[in-house]
């Protein structure tokens, strides 16, 4: 696998795993019925942020990350990210991957910490993967997310100091 600065000739594959996840509306967000057009705009952060994709052998796109400023001015030491693996490449280390990428990449730009604004509660695989590389869940907002089956659920606020 290789991860690598995203083109905008990627998004149709990125698009074609986040539009069926964003849809479902279990693990993120945004709108269930966002637009191409909005999510790309959204998803393709301006410098100093950055977008990768994870590619396989066969050069297929199979997962991206978005990491950036979690907020501007005095708070601008603080990265953040968001990422989507491909569901049919779930389990193979694609999102650890990108993780591990992200985190060392914040690292060598200077940021002090990293902070996942809103991990839902019922993401087990993604808690269990941010806290396995080095995220506590500093607070959890409860029935801050109306999950599709499981109701009003909490968002984690989860962070790492870098």
């Known amino acids: 696998m290789l991860i690598r600065v995203a083109e905008p000739d990627d998004w149709p594959a990125i698009w074609s795993f986040f539009q069926p996840i964003a849809a479902a509306g279990e693990t993120y967000c945004y709108d269930r ?3 191409s057009n909005e999510a790309m705009a959204m998803w393709f952060v ?5 977008t990768v994709v994870a590619v396989d052998n066969q050069g297929a796109v199979i997962g991206s990350a978005k990491a950036y400023r979690n907020q501007g ?3 601008s030491h ?3 990210a968001s990422f ?3 569901p049919g490449h779930g389990g193979q280390g694609v999102g650890r991957a990108l993780g591990e990428h992200v985190v060392e990449w914040a690292r060598s730009e200077g940021y002090r910490a990293m902070q996942f604004n809103a991990v839902v509660e019922t993401n087990t695989r993604a808690v ?3 806290r396995s590389l080095g995220f506590d869940v500093l607070t959890t907002v409860p029935e801050a997310f109306d999950h599709p089956t499981a109701g ?3 968002l984690h606020i989860m962070y790492r100091r870098l």
């Open 33 to 35: 019925h966002i637009t």
């Open 46 to 50: 301006e410098p100093p942020g950055r």
């Open 73 to 75: 001015g005095p708070g």
């Open 78 to 80: 603080v990265a953040s």
């Open 84 to 86: 989507m693996v491909d």
């Open 128 to 130: 269990a993967l941010w």
């Open 152 to 154: 009003l659920v909490g």
